[in-house]
């Protein structure tokens, strides 16, 4: 799945237009690179979004195409 996608269906980030800003405004790493919207999301990933002055870094647990409003936090875990 794409990034952006992800971002989007994971509920991280409200539009998928917004995530792909973000990814191409360079706010968001994979691995500590910075990732474009088209990269390729896996169970594992680490994922780092900077919102301003805040930092969330999450790691994807699930990948799947359509999620209810209630599982969407169980697709990824956040790291402090």
């Known amino acids: 799945m794409r990034l952006d996608k992800f ?8 539009r998928r237009t917004i995530a792909n800003e973000a990814c ?6 994979v691995g ?3 990732a474009r919207a088209s990269y390729n999301v896996k169970v594992g990933d680490v994922l780092e979004i ?8 999450a790691e994807i647990l699930n990948v ?4 209810k409003k209630d599982d969407a936090s169980l ?4 790291i402090d």
């Open 50 to 57: 900077n919102f301003g002055t805040k930092t969330v870094k």
């Open 32 to 34: 500590g690179k910075v």
């Open 7 to 14: 971002l989007k269906v994971s509920r991280i980030i409200k």
């Open 64 to 67: 799947s195409e359509t999620v």
């Open 24 to 29: 191409d405004a360079g706010r968001v790493l």
């Open 75 to 78: 697709m990824y875990r956040i």
